[in-house]
């Protein structure tokens, strides 16, 4: 009988992609419910067929070297793959693959819960009324921004971009888009307008960002870009915390150059910006956005899936660095 691949899972993820994965291989499962210790995940790597591994783990080539050549695949449970040195892997032939797609509606989703809990001061209020403060109620209390009307900016127009900007459609908003890449769909069916990113800064009432993480979109937003903000503009990073600089952040919140901001990535995460937690017009989310049932279940297929085909031989649905399987 032939040999069933070991497959190494860095933390738990939910049970029915776990499930297709025990029938085709042999897997273990990091028993604890937190992130391994770079020494724990050189150790558990080694000898796999196959690894999937999360947003907080360092897929570098130290890890590559660890697991040992008869790796073939690094399953990344994010679409988001900043965690993982993507030339290394190329350069042992290892193949990396992500979770595009099923996590549009979620990510969005938390944008736009951001986004409504700083415009209406949602977890501030919540916070008062929970401490037993509320005494009725109050003509000047918790007044905050309508949305309806207003103009959302989207940096980063992807798939999650794209889904953030359709959902100004219901609240009847204008919607400024900067990409690169133009999709020309927006602008037909949301009169969206794309502009360069100084314009969108300076037009949008809530800034909304989408791109990934790279050398180029790292501290997209600084000292330069809160200038151009307008003082009432609301920040929503749902992406990842680095294209934010954090410090400028404190700085511009401080300095009242923009009103507020939700965020549900940060710079060092899971270290926050000590200012930022004692600011009541900004709110803060511990890396949820993908956090719902059905997102977090797909990305668990799409990665089970993925390493199935590889191990079997075949492409796997989402590779991010393609050129490993031309070689293979
Ligand atoms: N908070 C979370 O849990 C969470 C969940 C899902 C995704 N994300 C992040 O969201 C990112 C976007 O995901 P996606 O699936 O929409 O990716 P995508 O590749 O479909 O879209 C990204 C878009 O950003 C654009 N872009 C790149 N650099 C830019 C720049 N400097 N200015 C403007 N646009 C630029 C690209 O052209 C592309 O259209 C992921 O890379 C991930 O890091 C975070």
Redesign the pocket.
């Known amino acids: 009988m032939q040999k069933r691949p070991n497959v190494y899972v860095t933390r738990m993820i939910p049970e029915a992609p776990i499930t297709v994965l025990k029938e085709h291989c042999d897997v273990e499962i990091n028993p604890d419910d937190r992130p391994l210790t770079r020494q724990e995940l050189l150790a558990k790597v080694r000898g796999r067929d196959a690894v999937l591994s999360l947003?907080t783990d360092i897929i570098d080539d130290e890890v590559f070297l660890a697991a040992g050549p008869q790796c073939k695949v690094f399953a990344n449970y994010?679409?988001?793959?900043?965690n993982v040195d993507v030339a290394a892997a190329t350069k042992r032939g290892v193949i990396i693959t992500n979770t595009?797609?099923v996590?549009?509606n979620?990510?969005a989703e938390?944008a736009w819960a951001l986004l409504f809990a700083v415009a209406r001061r949602v977890a501030e209020a919540d916070k008062f009324a929970r401490a037993g403060l509320f005494q009725g109620w109050g003509p000047m209390m918790f007044l905050g921004q309508e949305i309806m009307g207003k103009t959302l900016g989207v940096?980063?127009?992807?798939?999650?971009?794209?889904k953030m900007a359709r959902g100004a459609q219901g609240f009847g908003m204008r919607v400024l888009c900067?990409?690169?890449?133009k999709?020309t769909e927006l602008e037909k069916d949301l009169g969206a307008t794309y502009v360069d990113?100084d314009t969108l800064l300076k037009e949008s009432d809530y800034v909304s960002l989408?791109?990934?993480?790279?050398p180029?979109?790292t501290h997209?937003i600084s000292d330069r870009e809160f200038k151009l903000m307008k003082k009432t503009a609301i920040l929503i990073n749902?992406?990842?915390g680095p294209i934010v600089d954090e410090k400028a952040l404190v700085r511009a919140l401080q300095a009242g150059e923009i009103w507020g901001a939700g965020l549900?990535?940060f710079e060092n995460e899971p270290a926050i910006e000590p200012e930022l937690r004692t600011m009541d017009n900004v709110v803060i989310l511990p890396?949820?956005?993908?956090?719902t049932i059905e997102a977090r279940t797909q990305m668990g297929m799409i990665a089970v899936r993925n390493i199935i085909k590889v191990l079997n031989g075949e492409a796997p649905e989402t590779c991010v660095n393609p050129e490993v399987l031309k070689n293979s």
């Open positions: 947003l994010a679409v988001g793959f900043n595009p797609g996590l549009d979620a990510t938390i940096i980063g127009t992807g798939r999650i971009g794209s900067c990409d690169e890449f999709k990113k989408h791109t990934p993480l790279m180029s979109t997209l749902s992406s990842r549900d990535v890396h949820i956005a993908s956090a």
